[in-house]
């Protein structure tokens, strides 16, 4: 009996730790919903002026302050851009370090180390080394190769796991076959990789779409959303800012939905394809 109160209590400690810490995690985003739902005499704090959705219509007509849509569209097409740069790279290296070269390890440790150094130090290196050769740092160029330099780490450490389980008796089955090394690739590795290829792709995107220090010296005139966002808190004082932040989580909620909702219906159509084979 004193052994199961001792578990009772150990267990409602945990319990009550993960509660608090939940809270601190997520608290703050319901607050900011909550607090977007102000009615239009409502201000950034509580106590709620009515209940309305007012500041989500006003967030899309013309402010004085902000430009919500230009920087909502350049984070979009940066984190696209960022994706598909992190995929195609991160899955060429991982066959590449496959096979062995030589400087492997360095570059490796090399591409890794980026992760170390401060997000801030590496926003003002690329800065000022683009100003310092004649060009405008920009979204596109600068801020794009900053990105790179947070995504692609993760991507290649991701990259790694999938190979390290990969099971290579399915390339030497399909060469057995006859399929050539592209062909092998294409037709074999691929498809079993893709699912955690949509992984890194997820990754990718969801990391450049919030970043925020390493747009800071590198995105040039033009603000991304989280550059954008930060301005406003200093000239921003109605819950349209809450507005624009309820709106910006649901859509990062729904590039994640829509992650796992792929790979949940590859692994379906897969599970049919076995099912149809063996009958």
Sequence with gaps: MRTTARRGLSFYLLAAVFALFVLFLYGPTVTIAVLSFQGPEGGLTFPMNGVSTH???NLFERQAVGDFGGSFRRSLALGLIVMVLTVVISVSAGFAFRRGFIGSTALFYLTVSSLVIPSILVSLGIGLLFTIVGIEPAWYSSALGAHLTWTLPFGLLIVFAIFNRFDKSFEEAARDLGAGPWQTVRHVVLPILLPSIIGV???GFTLSYDEFARSLMTAGSNNTLPLEIYGMTTNVTTPVLYALGT????????VIAAG????????????RGGRGAAA
């Design 55 to 57: 500041w989500f219509a």
């Design 201 to 203: 792709a997820l990754f």
């Design 247 to 254: 709106l910006t989580t649901v859509f990062s909620f729904l």
């Design 260 to 271: 796992v909702g792929s790979v949940l219906l590859l692994r379906r159509w897969r599970t």
